[in-house]
């Protein structure tokens, strides 16, 4: 039996704990125990794109009416019916929001495995393996927490300057960033920022609310970093990229209309203002200027590159990028980030409530065990 934590679809709001019932193991399976899982704004979008983008079907719950929203974490074996895979060894992966998890692995080698579950089959790879921390390179017991709240963000915030860079920035001298303060958001500037000094330089803008506006402007990846409020009359009228983190359609409309036949993409990435308004292209359902968005889905990226640089080519960018990350992460005396550790289902509904009302501090991040 475990404990696992699901939402309504319709109304994030509205969850609940419930009991499951994991049964014993088949031949092939093992079960974990999840030790710590990240949860940030990243695992809202992933709610909110449950159906659209498939994140239900991970842990599915049984009721078409609710979800299990899937985090990033550790956990280690308690119980193996698997050759290769032994009790006691640790993971980094994607999980459910419980207390333990069973998994089927296949293709078992020393990097890691894949979890084979029939439900998954059809999903995307990058989210269905998991890696033992023992042969991780990018595994540093001391920065475990850091490795839960970013990894998989910086993994998107790598893909997506990728992608932009891959299309010569669509023409664009500036791109500009919505949700300025998230985690994928300043990862994306980081990325873009060390192209300083090189032909694929590019202009920096970040967007945000008051409240964290000197946050977002200490980091130092951003050229300029506007409120809000300032958009319709202080964003410069340059050849401009728009990559939406916050999924705000108030704050979309904002920046097309400002910038009009001056964007030359306009890129949706996230959901950090979740709630905010979706009806058509604005908020009155209208059309926007400019070009319409487009969802951008990092596996696709990934899946490219890995077929142009094969994946060890990938995964050695990727990580010596994120080791250049971790610096001002980690920098003693001013770090990007403060992990705030909590336990226990109280500790995880708290987190999750402020997410949803967009309360918890930008330079915070939360990492959780039930």
Same mark, same amino acid.
């Given at each position: 039996?475990?404990?696992?934590?699901?939402?309504?679809?319709?109304?994030?709001?509205?969850?609940?704990?419930?009991?499951?019932?994991?049964?014993?193991?088949?031949?092939?399976?093992?079960?974990?125990?999840?030790?710590?899982?990240?949860?940030?704004?990243?695992?809202?979008?992933?709610?909110?794109?449950?159906?659209?983008?498939?994140?239900?079907?991970?842990?599915?719950?049984?009721?078409?009416?609710?979800?299990?929203?899937?985090?990033?974490?550790?956990?280690?074996?308690?119980?193996?019916?698997?050759?290769?895979?032994?009790?006691?060894?640790?993971?980094?992966?994607?999980?459910?929001?419980?207390?333990?998890?069973?998994?089927?692995?296949?293709?078992?080698?020393?990097?890691?495995?894949?979890?084979?579950?029939?439900?998954?089959?059809?999903?995307?790879?990058?989210?269905?393996?998991?890696?033992?921390?023992?042969?991780?390179?990018?595994?540093?017991?001391?920065?475990?927490?850091?490795?839960?709240?970013?990894?998989?963000?910086?993994?998107?915030?790598?893909?997506?300057?990728?992608?932009?860079?891959?299309?010569?920035?669509?023409?664009?001298?500036?791109?500009?960033?919505?949700?300025?303060?998230?985690?994928?958001?300043?990862?994306?500037?980081?990325?873009?920022?060390?192209?300083?000094?090189?032909?694929?330089?590019?202009?920096?803008?970040?967007?945000?609310?008051?409240?964290?506006?000197?946050?977002?402007?200490?980091?130092?990846?951003?050229?300029?970093?506007?409120?809000?409020?300032?958009?319709?009359?202080?964003?410069?009228?340059?050849?401009?990229?728009?990559?939406?983190?916050?999924?705000?359609?108030?704050?979309?409309?904002?920046?097309?209309?400002?910038?009009?036949?001056?964007?030359?993409?306009?890129?949706?990435?996230?959901?950090?203002?979740?709630?905010?308004?979706?009806? @058509?292209?604005?908020?009155?359902? @209208?059309?926007?200027?400019?070009?319409?968005?487009?969802?951008?889905?990092?596996?696709?990226?990934?899946?490219?590159?890995?077929?142009?640089?094969?994946?060890?080519?990938?995964?050695?960018?990727?990580?010596?990028?994120?080791?250049?990350?971790?610096?001002?992460?980690?920098?003693?005396?001013?770090?990007?980030?403060?992990?705030?550790?909590?336990?226990?289902?109280?500790?995880?509904?708290?987190?999750?409530?402020?997410?949803?009302?967009?309360?918890?501090?930008?330079?915070?991040?939360?990492?959780?065990?039930?």
């Amino acid at each position: 039996m475990t404990t696992r934590f699901v939402v309504q679809r319709s109304d994030l709001r509205q969850s609940s704990w419930e009991d499951v019932d994991l049964a014993g193991l088949d031949d092939g399976s093992v079960r974990l125990r999840i030790d710590k899982f990240a949860l940030t704004s990243n695992n809202i979008t992933y709610a909110v794109f449950g159906d659209a983008m498939g994140y239900w079907q991970f842990f599915p719950t049984g009721d078409a009416a609710t979800g299990s929203i899937p985090v990033w974490g550790f956990a280690s074996v308690v119980e193996s019916r698997c050759p290769g895979v032994d009790v006691g060894e640790r993971f980094y992966g994607y999980f459910p929001i419980a207390e333990e998890v069973v998994l089927a692995p296949e293709d078992v080698a020393t990097p890691g495995f894949t979890d084979g579950a029939e439900h998954r089959r059809a999903l995307h790879p990058i989210y269905n393996r998991y890696i033992r921390c023992s042969q991780d390179p990018g595994y540093v017991a001391e920065f475990a927490a850091q490795q839960a709240l970013l990894r998989p963000l910086f993994s998107t915030s790598f893909l997506l300057d990728d992608f932009l860079g891959d299309n010569d920035f669509f023409g664009a001298e500036t791109i500009v960033l919505s949700s300025a303060s998230s985690k994928t958001a300043y990862g994306t500037a980081f990325c873009l920022a060390q192209r300083r000094g090189t032909p694929k330089e590019v202009k920096i803008v970040g967007l945000t609310s008051p409240g964290n506006l000197e946050f977002t402007r200490s980091l130092g990846c951003y050229d300029e970093v506007l409120r809000y409020d300032d958009v319709a009359s202080s964003l410069p009228d340059d050849a401009a990229v728009y990559v939406d983190m916050s999924g705000n359609a108030q704050v979309r409309a904002t920046v097309h209309r400002r910038l009009g036949e001056l964007l030359r993409y306009s890129c949706a990435v996230g959901a950090t203002h979740w709630d905010a308004p979706e009806s @058509g292209d604005t908020p009155e359902g @209208g059309s926007l200027p400019g070009p319409r968005p487009v969802l951008f889905f990092a596996p696709d990226q990934a899946a490219k590159r890995a077929a142009q640089w094969g994946p060890a080519g990938l995964a050695e960018r990727i990580g010596a990028a994120w080791a250049a990350f971790m610096e001002p992460i980690t920098d003693p005396e001013n770090p990007w980030l403060t992990v705030v550790s909590g336990q226990g289902t109280a500790a995880v509904e708290a987190c999750f409530t402020a997410l949803l009302d967009g309360s918890v501090p930008a330079r915070e991040g939360h990492v959780l065990s039930v």
